[in-house]
């Protein structure tokens, strides 16, 4: 299916841009997960414990006024990553022409593509928005600290050049019309997902509510990766319910395969994931 897809919600044009991906394990994705279920559960869904693959997947929305990118992946200089702005620009699109980025958290393969390698801002002309507790933690040292030095400096990098350009926000706002941002905390301190409706039909972007499919039917199973897993579990089912109830498009950006979208249902009181054909 390549490194792009265009869909069509509404009367929105979206673009799903995959900008590159990592192998992941079943220790660093299932945490809590006890030994010999999940070995079980991995067979039944056809994968080895040490090869998960994950994408990277970032989403564009064309509405009729506005062009608003949801999360910038990991940027350049990287053998993972970098591969959003090359697609973009295949598909008629220069950073230039977006006007609203939306970061969903502060992790390196969503933000590593705001600035580039020179520190410049790479969507100049673009509004960026972030939960406010979420750029707090990312910009404050005493709580970089918590982090991995990795991480940190990645933020350190990515996220001050932004300052001037970036509106922060404490609730769940549409950001331009059709445009929401859900809260979505538990990943990180102030995830958020992003909703897109337009003429009854909804796609929902629930970015690293969950890192691989078997957390939908598993919601219970966090990843070393989740800050707040008590908090990730709530989320989950918060978000899968409504995913649920709107019958909504699903994009979860670490599915594989790409393009990393499909539908919750709900079967024998198990959410389950049905990828798009």
Not at 86 to 93: K, Q, S, W
Request: glycine fraction near 8%; include cysteine; charged fraction near 20%.
């Amino acid at each position: 299916m390549g490194d792009s897809y265009r869909l069509k919600i509404g009367d929105f044009q979206c673009l799903v841009v995959n900008d590159g991906g990592f192998v992941g394990n079943a220790h660093m994705l299932f945490a809590n997960a006890p030994e010999d279920e999940l070995l079980q559960v991995l067979q039944r869904y056809g994968h080895e414990p040490d090869y998960l693959p994950s994408t990277w997947t970032c989403l564009l929305i064309k509405t009729p006024n506005n062009v608003v990118l949801v999360d910038t992946g990991f940027g350049t200089g990287s053998e993972y990553g970098g591969q959003l702005l090359p697609l973009l620009r295949e598909e008629g699109f220069q950073p230039q022409d977006i006007d609203t980025v939306i970061l969903t958290h502060g992790h390196a393969d969503h933000i590593g593509g705001c600035v580039d390698g020179t520190g410049n801002v790479t969507f100049s002309e673009a509004t960026y928005y972030m939960w406010r507790d979420e750029w707090d933690f990312w910009t404050t040292e005493a709580t970089l600290k918590e982090s991995s030095e990795w991480a940190a400096s990645i933020a350190r990098q990515k996220l001050p050049p932004l300052a001037g350009q970036l509106q922060t926000l404490d609730k769940e706002t549409e950001i331009v019309p059709g445009i929401r941002v859900i809260a979505a905390p538990g990943h990180t301190t102030g995830h958020i997902a992003v909703e897109v409706a337009s003429r009854g039909e909804y796609l929902l972007d629930m970015v690293d509510v969950a890192l691989h499919p078997i957390q939908i039917e598993y919601p219970e199973w966090y990843s070393q990766l989740d800050q707040i897993p008590e908090q990730t579990v709530a989320t989950r089912q918060a978000i899968y319910s409504r995913a649920a109830e709107q019958n909504a498009l699903v994009l979860a950006f670490h599915f594989s395969p790409f393009p990393s979208l499909g539908h919750i249902t709900k079967q024998d009181r198990r959410w389950k994931w049905q990828p798009l054909d």
